[in-house]
């Protein structure tokens, strides 16, 4: 088996690559020819942490695996660990013998960047100018970099709860050579694309925040209980996701299903609309939102793109197993 260590994926991984492993699996997700397994995910009752398990077996791309972590939101303060910490085992799809074991951090964060970021090159209007963020956490300025790649995007416009947070995101704008301005919710209504990242349990923002036209990624919530916005923007826009079963159970959806406001047949895998079988946006005025909720085969495929380059680069460590 090869072990590629946390320590060496920012010389292996690029956002290219990432990108392109996450479009490619929403696509066989969306075609049948892979799919999640349901998700285990845990408080274990100790220091505040989540846990769990995410897998999946992708017949077109052949990964087969699971990442195993969650969040630990003292990390940071405590021991100068990032919250989220995680690690996936890929096993060889013939045999069911382990292949691989990949260091899971910045994988996370570049996977989860590149879902928003395929959301956007799919969903968004091709003339859209002013970048939105909810949100300036760990994750945030992942998806901002990534987002910002996708389009001519000529400012972006920021909120968080504590605006001193705004500053890493104002970074990454200035390194992309885009202006940043820090705004009210009530200012998000500037925006044609909006990604909101943050981990709260009771909505943030709504319709009111959101213009026509706009496309929102909504990327927070991936856990049963969590809402970033109301049931009243689910309702009026056309929501796609990564996985149906997941948008509705503990993706942003879930509550505007439970509630009985949206219908589960009202909801696309953003897949649909990269194989050509959904039309995505078809008007100017629509808004489009995605319900990024963090599929296990994202990791997969991400961790197989990452072990093909590290045996090439000789950066991977090979263990008899
Ligand atoms: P973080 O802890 O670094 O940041 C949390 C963010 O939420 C901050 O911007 C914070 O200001 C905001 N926030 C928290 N409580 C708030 C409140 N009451 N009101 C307003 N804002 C509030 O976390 P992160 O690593 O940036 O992750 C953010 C969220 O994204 C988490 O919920 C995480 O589980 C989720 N996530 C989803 C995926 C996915 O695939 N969809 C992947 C990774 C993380």
Request: net charge negative.
């Given at each position: 088996m090869f072990i590629v260590p946390e320590a060496a994926i920012a010389d292996i991984l690029t956002r290219t690559d990432a990108f392109t492993a996450v479009e490619q699996v929403f696509a066989a997700l969306s075609a049948g020819s892979a799919h999640n397994f349901p998700v285990i995910r845990e408080?274990?009752?100790?220091?505040?942490a989540l846990y769990g398990f995410k897998g999946g077996f992708d017949g077109k791309g052949m990964s087969l695996g699971l990442k195993a972590g969650g969040y630990w939101p003292h990390n940071l303060q405590r021991r100068g660990l990032i919250n989220h910490q995680s690690t996936v085992f890929l096993f060889?799809?013939?045999?069911?013998?382990v292949a691989a074991m990949v260091g899971g951090n910045l994988l996370t964060a570049l996977r989860t960047a590149a879902a928003s970021a395929v959301s956007i090159k799919h969903l968004a209007r091709k003339d859209a100018k002013v970048m939105g963020m909810i949100g300036a956490g760990h994750q945030a300025k992942f998806q901002l970099r990534a987002a910002l790649e996708t389009h001519s995007f000529k400012k972006v416009i920021g909120w968080n709860r504590t605006p001193a947070a705004l500053l890493g995101l104002a970074e990454v704008a200035m390194q992309a050579g885009v202006p940043f301005e820090a705004v009210s919710l009530d200012g998000m209504t500037e925006a044609d694309v909006v990604i909101s990242i943050t981990s709260v349990f009771?909505?943030?923002?709504?319709?009111?925040?959101i213009s026509p036209g706009t496309h929102v990624a909504c990327m927070g919530t991936d856990t049963i209980g969590k809402q970033e916005c109301g049931t009243d923007l689910i309702t009026k826009a056309t929501v796609f996701t990564d996985e149906i079963g997941q948008s509705i159970t503990l993706g942003e959806a879930q509550h505007a299903i439970k509630a009985g406001l949206k219908a589960r047949d009202a909801i696309t895998e953003l897949g649909a609309v990269i194989n050509g079988a959904h039309a995505g946006r078809t008007s100017d005025d629509e808004i489009t939102l995605f319900d990024g909720t963090g599929v296990g085969l994202q990791d997969l495929a991400v961790a197989a793109s990452i072990v093909e380059r590290a045996v090439e680069k000789g950066a991977a460590i090979e263990v008899d197993f």
């Open positions: 408080a274990i009752g100790h220091e505040d060889d799809p013939n045999t069911g013998k009771s909505p943030i923002f709504g319709a009111a925040h």
